[in-house]
């Protein structure tokens, strides 16, 4: 009853109480996760995509190709990307965000959007009609198709990565980019090599 | 002397009468307060505070709701898994023996065997058109925002739902050119989505998820894009999670047409 009498004390303890409840809400909107629009997300749910191609070539080549090593280079692929889909779903599944929407790319922002070979594509993909012609190859001709389609592929993704990097804070987010970005550029060049030693035993 | 002995003795007597009215002050400030209490209630500042409360119980009630309402389906889909929620209660109460298969309504959206192991040539019959879910063929139809053109087999799609893919059907008869562009425009490019051609379905458009189905004839059905949102990859609803899209087969009843 002699709260109602002090109006001061009343204002204060609700100021008080007000305050907290405000740092309160901003704190957990400072650390809450990634929304369906964010860079994040966006980046999550094209990499899965991007990925999954990687994986459907490597196992072809795997299964088709003609260089011993080189089909244990798409073996290497086709299980580390497998496991990275894992992740970036897990990443979704626990932001309770889509885990996929048809505006590739929109993460990116305007300045991006035109990365891929058409408007809203992912940088690096393969076209159908690139990867029906490769399922016809096998051998030495699939080898090298492989390493092309992959090397493309490749700085696609390492680009997807670099974007993430500029748009995030998210530790998990760049702690994956960055290696996708290390582990993809290193590939590019031990693909590069592999393509240059199987050329010259082509031309022997 | 005598003066200052008389203020002494005044001053001591003043303190006599001070502590002997002291009783009676006291007295007086407790009749005050009581008197005080007698005062109208500030109902102006309860009336503001309680509002204040009241506003605040509101917007945590409504951030429940926003929360809690994003993990429900969108209403009017139909679903065939009986009583229960989604594939995983279902799955759930078989496996702590709550139920048997035979206790389903519906005991296909359990039932996920590839039927053409043993035998190459043999194909799945369904009790609904298009099929939303029960045993199918080993291959699954890629559906990496697949837009067919001609219809697929049932087998093949059955097995992309179970990948966790939404499969949208139109019936030729009921959509135009035009039509098909604006459907088509929601599932290219939509990994884990895909599109066909199904003759004699008898509505426009209907949405296959495993084990739920939404139907409709108009095109700018706003469901449509939230069945797609909702069933794609989810969670609850997956009959084998984590499967790929890509690798399947991608051929069409055009294909397979005999060219002679």
Not at chain 2, 96 to 110: F, H, K, N, Q
Request: glycine share 8%; aromatic share 8%; net charge negative.
């Amino acid at each position: 009853m002699s709260l109602w009498r002090r109006p001061a004390v009343l204002v204060a303890v609700t100021a008080v109480l007000m305050l907290t409840a405000g740092v309160a809400v901003g704190w957990v909107a400072a650390t809450a996760a990634p929304g369906e629009d964010s860079p994040e997300a966006g980046f999550a749910r094209d990499m899965q995509t991007h990925h999954q191609q990687a994986v459907d070539m490597a196992m072809y080549e795997w299964q088709n190709g003609g260089d011993e090593t080189l089909k244990l280079v798409a073996y290497d692929i086709a299980t580390s990307q497998s496991a990275e889909i894992g992740m970036y779903r897990s990443w979704l599944r626990e932001w309770d965000v889509r885990l996929s929407s048809g505006d590739s790319m929109a993460w990116a922002g305007e300045e991006h959007a035109h990365d891929g070979d058409a408007p809203g594509e992912m940088p690096g993909m393969a076209t159908d009609e690139e990867l029906a012609e490769f399922k016809t190859l096998t051998g030495t001709e699939a080898d090298l198709m492989f390493i092309d389609l992959m090397i493309a592929h490749h700085i696609g993704g390492v680009d997807m990565a670099k974007i993430v990097l500029d748009l995030t804070d998210d530790e998990r987010v760049v702690d994956a980019a960055q290696r996708t970005v290390n582990v993809q550029q290193a590939e590019i060049e031990s693909l590069e090599v592999h393509l240059d030693r199987i050329l010259s035993t082509v031309e022997e | 002397m005598a003066s200052k002995k008389q203020t002494a003795s005044k001053s001591a007597a003043k303190g006599a009468v001070k502590s002997a009215e002291k009783p009676k002050s006291s007295q007086a400030a407790r009749k005050g307060r009581a008197v005080q209490v007698k005062q109208p209630k500030p109902w102006g500042l309860i009336l503001t505070f309680s509002a204040v409360g009241v506003v605040a119980l509101g917007l945590i009630g409504a951030a429940v709701f926003v929360v809690w309402d994003r993990s429900q389906p969108p209403e009017g889909v139909t679903t065939f898994y009986g009583e229960y929620a989604n594939y995983s209660e279902v799955r759930d109460a078989l496996a702590d023996g709550e139920i048997t298969e035979d206790d389903l309504e519906y005991p296909w959206v359990m039932q996920q065997t590839h039927v053409d192991n043993d035998d190459p040539a043999a194909v799945p019959t369904y009790e609904i058109a298009p099929p939303a879910g029960g045993d199918h063929l080993g291959a699954w139809q890629t559906c990496t925002g697949s837009v067919y053109a001609a219809a697929i087999a049932d087998g093949n799609a059955v097995h992309s739902l179970e990948h966790g893919a939404v499969w949208l059907t139109y019936d030729p008869a009921l959509v135009d050119g035009d039509g098909i562009d604006q459907l088509a425009a929601k599932i290219e490019g939509r990994d884990y989505s895909l599109m066909s051609p199904y003759a004699d379905q008898g509505v426009a458009v209907s949405m296959q998820a495993w084990g739920v189905q939404y139907q409709t004839d108009d095109l700018n059905d706003p469901l449509i894009d939230e069945f797609l949102d909702f069933y794609i990859q989810n969670a609850d609803n997956s009959a084998e999670a984590n499967a790929t899209c890509t690798g399947g087969v991608a051929t069409t009843a055009a294909d397979q047409a005999p060219t002679g």
